[in-house]
């Protein structure tokens, strides 16, 4: 299946102007053979935590940009969004930082970013998620983490054995990229999975990004990767390289944990 990050500016808080910007992204995705796309974190909004408009009901119009994309095109497309879950009760209303990917048949697959970042005020205004997600896209065992998560490679250890390709849109700063770089590269390493970074380029919020997305095999190995500007990166991803990779270098089998 062919994988395209699309490292992509974002407008603050206007998610109408990034809908009709980040529409003519994917359609450049999709005719150079994209079957998934993946789009940055908060890609509708920027990493806007503080801002009163930066929240929206489970199932809004960001997803619903998702979904409609998706069937338009009969391709997979993911990205993160501020959703206030449905279960949520009056008293908290606080959204999850939820990476939604839609299907081209319609359907939604949600993961809610475990761990919110603190450091940039996120824990005081969304709410960590619990549950670890992965899901079946054609043959391909698909884990979703969103950012912050990247840090904590325990949660990516739990789902090696199931997991094909890791997924980790974010909205990660210039002055850390290499932490950025380095930490997706390892995940690969240590998971012999595929990764697909996709970070965001420009401003927003006091802070400057450099892109720097990633797509990596199994080995480690950079298959596409863009520093500074918008673009496209795509790469073949196959569970067949995922087997290959494991069954010539069988360190899995040697985690005592």
Not at 98 to 107: E, I, N, R, Y
Not at 140 to 165: G, H, I, K, M, P
Not at 206 to 212: A, R, V
Not at 232 to 237: E, F, K, M
Request: hydrophobic share 40%; charged share 25%; aromatic share 10%.
């Amino acid at each position: 299946m062919k994988f395209a990050a699309v490292q992509h500016d974002i407008a603050w808080c206007d998610r109408q102007a990034n809908f009709v910007h980040l529409s003519e992204l994917i359609a450049s995705a999709v005719d150079r053979g994209a079957e998934f796309v993946l789009l940055s974190e908060t890609f509708s909004t920027g990493f806007a935590v503080e801002s009163p408009d930066f929240a929206e009901e489970e199932g809004g119009p960001s997803s619903q940009f998702l979904l409609e994309r998706a069937r338009h095109h009969g391709v997979w497309i993911g990205g993160s969004c501020p959703e206030i879950p449905a279960e949520s009760s009056a008293d908290d209303r606080r959204p999850a930082n939820t990476l939604v990917v839609a299907a081209p048949d319609g359907s939604v697959h949600r993961y809610r970013k475990i761990h919110p970042f603190t450091f940039g005020g996120e824990d005081r205004h969304v709410r960590p998620g619990t549950e670890l997600v992965t899901i079946t896209v054609g043959d391909l065992r698909v884990s979703l983490f969103v950012c912050y998560d990247l840090r904590f490679s325990d949660e990516f250890w739990q789902l090696a054995r199931d997991t094909d390709v890791y997924l980790v849109p974010a909205n990660w700063p210039e002055p850390r990229r290499e932490h950025w770089m380095t930490l997706l590269r390892a995940r690969a390493i240590e998971n012999q999975a595929y990764v697909v970074g996709c970070n965001r380029v420009g401003s927003g919020g006091g802070l400057h990004y450099s892109g720097d997305s990633c797509i990596l095999d199994p080995y480690g190995d950079v298959l596409a990767s863009q520093r500074y500007g918008e673009g496209i990166l795509l790469a073949d991803v196959t569970a067949d390289r995922v087997k290959e990779v494991r069954e010539r270098f069988r360190f899995l089998p040697d985690r005592r944990s």
